[in-house]
């Protein structure tokens, strides 16, 4: 019953030293956010553009621009001969369209593509057992 006890105790004991500290580091925290905050009292100081950044502009969404066709097409190609390893010249790209999305909830292209390898992947375990006779 002893040694339960002195358990007990030392839990508790341990658990007061860790939450005592957590306040302490949570109120040193908040010293050092004021200690920071610059003067003014402004906190949403507008920051001045660096030199030359009236140069820069952002690209433009493809939703902005009526994008080249020719070009696109380029891209599409380019991307299908990096993917089968061919050369662009093996194969013709003979319309492009957007996709219409189906019915019910859309989902991204990034969880399709996700979903459709972990689909290949159990295809190819269940023929690798079929194949061996399990």
């Given at each position: ?89 093996s ?43 399990r």
């Amino acid at each position: 019953m002893d040694k339960l006890i002195l358990g007990l105790q030392t839990t508790a004991l341990g658990m007061g030293v860790v939450f005592v500290a957590l306040f302490v580091l949570s109120k040193v925290t908040e010293a050092l956010k004021l200690l920071t905050r610059p003067s003014g009292g402004k906190t949403g100081a507008a920051v001045p553009p660096p030199a030359g950044a009236d140069a820069f502009q952002a690209p433009a969404r493809a939703e902005d621009t009526a994008a080249n066709p020719g070009e696109i097409v380029a891209v599409i190609a380019a991307a299908l001969a990096s993917y089968l390893d061919r050369p662009a010249s093996s194969f013709r790209i003979l319309a492009v369209s957007q996709a219409e999305p189906a019915s019910g909830p859309a989902i991204s292209a990034w969880k399709a593509a996700g979903r459709q390898k972990l689909m290949d992947s159990r295809l190819a375990v269940y023929n690798r057992e079929r194949k061996s006779g399990r």
